[in-house]
């Protein structure tokens, strides 16, 4: 929880093997290449549900097992570290300007937990003149809500903290709704902060859009197999202090949940505003027809 939010996470695990390659002192190749493997498996146990560092870190790896010196393979992952921390950045500015387009003068926007594309989009609305307010929810247990509106008020926008219990209230007063993603199904489900399907299905509820804003690399190539999205589970002392429930009282303490497609009215990503059902095809696109030809 030191680095939080998909894309810094991805972007921190791309990292983190880069370093492991520039600062590897071995000779031999293999050993570099099974020392890799293990410090990939460290990292992608980290934090379970973004596929975003998934990506990110074979992203780092890509080609690897074709280097024929173990200079070659150091150099070659540590190039593909900056080359995907490039790409992500990018990606992070391209959605800011095409997700600001959605936002209108007068427009009343909510946002969930701390995504910093949803909250690109917000500030870029905000930078371009437009005279915006924006709700944003406190995220229990983290209350990452907190960095959102600190953020946000640095900007100088209009914002307000609500818990997370108000999302049914005050949207009746919301415009849009745009969101963050740690992953995206091949189906377009989103999978974000617990409470996301709360904000849409009062979205849905209020006919206000919902947006979810995602980097292309936060699509689950896996899911296009049929594979589920594993739903990371923290420890309950995040939710109650000790001796505060009875001993029989047992915590359930879900971090991420899944909104269906059918909530969704767009996903903006770094190629533009795609519908959810747009997902299956980007992804194969992505994976390239030889995936989908081998033998
Ligand atoms: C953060 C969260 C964010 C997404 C997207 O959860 O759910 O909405 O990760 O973030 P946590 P970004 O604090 O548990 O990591 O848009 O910055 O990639």
Redesign the pocket.
Known sequence: ?EI??????ARAGATALGDFATSYQGSSLDDFLKDLDKAKETILSSRPT?V?LWNGVHATIRGVNEATTVDDARALVSDNAVAFCEHSKKAVEMIARIGAQRIEDGDTIMTH??????LGIIKEAHRQGKDIKVYATESRP?R?GILTVNDLADAGVDITLIIDSAVRTVMKKTDRVF????TVTSHGALI??IGTSHLALAAYEARVNFYA?AETYKFSPMTVFGDMVAIEERDISEVIRPGEVRDSVKVFNP??DSTPAKYIDAIITELGMIHPGAVYGVLVKQLGDDFFNKE
Request: proline share 0%; charged share 15%; aromatic share 8%.
């Open positions: 929880m939080r939010g998909a894309g810094r996470i973004a975003s937990c701390n995504s910093s594309t949803a983290w990452q969101v963050g993603a740690d974000n902060k804003c971090v991420f």
